[in-house]
């Protein structure tokens, strides 16, 4: 809410802000990642915006963070970027050997830093370049969501107050087109949105208590998603997150609504029908869910985050979803002090070990806090 995008990268035995990537003039109330190097953002604006990663950022990261990736990739980035006057869009800026301006010359620098950029870098001279505008809703943007595998999809989604105004729009990413018709099925604002894993299915949650599945289908050679299924009364409340277990344990999702419940969902494929196989119950409505993205020692981890900041993580064979035990209640002492708002587990971890001791997420929540938490399995 204080219209910034920030990158935050892990040097030496902490977290630093390494990038101001964007600074707007709307609040910002949503972001995902497209690839390594880019995102997209929406704001109470009406549309989305695309940012490219400059090239001294990727230099930093590979300098001082051991975040590598191909020098040709990094040849081609922009320099920089800057904002022109009364303007929300952040310009690329090229110079040649015959022309150099200072914001360049400064932004280069950056790129040999010793240690973390200071405040005077990150305020002026880590902008990312935005390359795309995405248009189409009518109101201020509630919620998005990418796709895991190129090319990307981006799906959408503004407040709403009529089915009308409730649909998803969704995106691709090569030619930044449209894909028509829009999806329709909710009455009110979509909450929040997820692509399986295998990006065969897109789960949609909202304000009018339900949710809906939709399939993806290709038309020409163009992938577009057409409805699939819908639980029109899967909650008694507004349902605030839904999210997708990894494939290799089935077609299984998690709903968190404002009833105090988690339901865990399978889905029958004989009938198309999704079946709740076991719901958890918390004293306070539920905000966040997240599954890890992998099976790991035969197990599927969900971590859950409450309205009034307290986080928990659950455990279920796979095979046995009907049984989730709880694994970890973290402290309240350190669990965020308002709403739990998102819950990411991170990927990837301890690349080397095929059975980590340990695995990591991270909480976004009310009180302006991001928290990375560590848990053993």
Not at 88 to 101: F, R
Not at 177 to 197: E, I, N, Y
Not at 222 to 247: E, M, Y
Request: proline fraction near 5%; charged fraction near 25%.
């Amino acid at each position: 809410m204080d219209q910034t995008t920030r990158l935050y990268a892990p040097w030496k035995a902490s977290w630093y802000e390494f990038s101001r990537a964007q600074i707007h003039g709307y609040d910002i109330n949503c972001i995902s990642s497209l690839g390594p190097t880019r995102f997209v953002t929406g704001a109470d604006e009406k549309l989305l915006r695309v940012f490219d990663q400059p090239k001294p950022i990727a230099q930093l990261l590979s300098n001082l963070c051991d975040i590598q990736q191909e020098v040709q990739a990094i040849d081609a980035m922009p320099e920089t970027a800057s904002i022109p006057v009364l303007s929300l869009s952040n310009k690329a800026v090229t110079t040649s050997a015959e022309e150099e301006d200072e914001s360049v010359s400064n932004t280069e620098s950056i790129a040999n830093l010793s240690h973390p950029p200071l405040e005077d870098h990150l305020s002026r001279h880590t902008l990312w370049p935005e390359t795309e505008k995405l248009y189409g809703h009518g109101y201020e943007i509630s919620t998005l969501a990418t796709s895991h595998h190129e090319p990307y999809l981006i799906a959408t989604a503004c407040r709403a107050s009529s089915t009308d105004h409730a649909v998803i729009r969704l995106y691709e990413t090569v030619s930044w087109r449209q894909l028509k018709p829009p999806l329709t099925h909710h009455s009110l604002t979509v909450l929040r949105m997820s692509f399986s894993p295998d990006d065969k299915y897109l789960l949609s949650v909202g304000r009018d208590r339900q949710f809906a599945v939709f399939e993806r289908y290709d038309e020409d050679g163009q992938p577009n998603f057409r409805l699939h299924s819908v639980v029109a009364k899967g909650h008694t409340r507004i349902i605030w997150d839904g999210k997708w277990a990894p494939v290799g344990a089935g077609r299984i999702i998690a709903t968190a609504s404002r009833d105090k419940s988690v339901k865990i969902w399978c889905l029958e494929d004989e009938k198309n029908e999704w079946n709740c196989t076991a719901t958890l119950k918390f004293d306070e409505p539920v905000t966040a869910v997240d599954f890890y993205g992998q099976v790991m020692n035969d197990s599927l981890f969900l971590a859950i985050g409450l309205e009034g900041g307290d986080l928990f993580v659950y455990r279920a064979k796979v095979g046995q979803v009907e049984e989730w035990n709880l694994l970890e209640r973290v402290d309240s002492r350190f669990t965020p002090d308002k709403t739990v708002t998102e819950i990411s587990w991170r990927s990837n971890q301890r690349i080397g070990k095929e059975s980590p001791e340990t695995l990591e997420f991270a909480v976004a929540s009310e009180d302006a806090s991001v928290r990375l938490y560590e848990v053993d399995i």
